[in-house]
């Protein structure tokens, strides 16, 4: 599609500019009346230039607005799976804590010594609070992903519409801002670092 509006661009400015060559080729006009004709044919060719650039504006737009979609969907699978993981987890939780309660009863008809109690419930301990913080640090990462990926969204989309609108040469500055922004923000993303919740079941992505 941009490549089609880049030929109809080129195309239209080639007609344009042969329509000025054949009205500046007439020996009778005045250099007043050639300054005029110019200024006539930049200021329609302004307007293709223009035209041009919201058109291809409006299809960067609209892919980025179909990559959001899809970044939105991606998210809800993933909230999804979180949720998922988060039940199992919690179901480990509950058979731990079984599984400890019947090592006390255990413990309490002779059958194993309180050491071995302490031992063992020390162990299951361990091997859940692993899985916990493995847990986090997998739901964390893509958690962060999705935010650095909504990130470059919201800034290759602000980029976009400043070129439309205020559009050149403030765009210039914008885009500079927007991209330090980002860029910036992004950082902050990076920088994250996440927080284990002990004993609790692990909290979602946040959006």
Do not use: C, Y
Request: hydrophobic letters at 40%; a positive charge; aromatic letters at 4%.
């Amino acid at each position: 599609m941009a490549a089609t509006a880049k030929a109809r661009r080129v195309a239209q400015i080639a007609l344009l500019e042969e329509e000025r060559t054949r009205e500046l080729d007439n020996a009778l006009l005045t250099e007043n009346e050639k300054i005029k004709i110019n200024l006539e044919f930049n200021a329609k060719r302004k307007e293709i230039e223009e035209q041009h650039q919201n058109e291809i504006a409006g299809i960067i737009t609209e892919a980025l607005q179909f990559a959001s979609a899809a970044l939105n969907i991606l998210s809800q699978f993933d909230q999804a799976r979180t949720n998922m993981e988060n039940q199992a987890l919690k179901r480990d939780i509950a058979n731990n804590d079984k599984r400890k309660r019947d090592l006390e009863l255990t413990a309490r008809k002779g059958l194993v010594s309180q050491q071995e109690v302490r031992i063992q419930t020390l162990k299951m301990d361990q091997e859940l609070d692993d899985k916990k913080r493995k847990l986090e640090a997998q739901q964390f990462e893509r958690n962060k992903k999705q935010q650095i990926a909504q990130a470059l969204m919201n800034g290759a989309l602000g980029i976009t519409q400043a070129w439309v609108k205020p559009g050149f040469p403030l765009a210039i500055a914008l885009t500079a801002l927007i991209a330090a922004q980002t860029v910036a923000q992004i950082a902050v993303i990076n920088s994250q670092k996440p927080q284990f919740a002990h004993g609790g079941i692990l909290p979602g992505p946040s959006h």
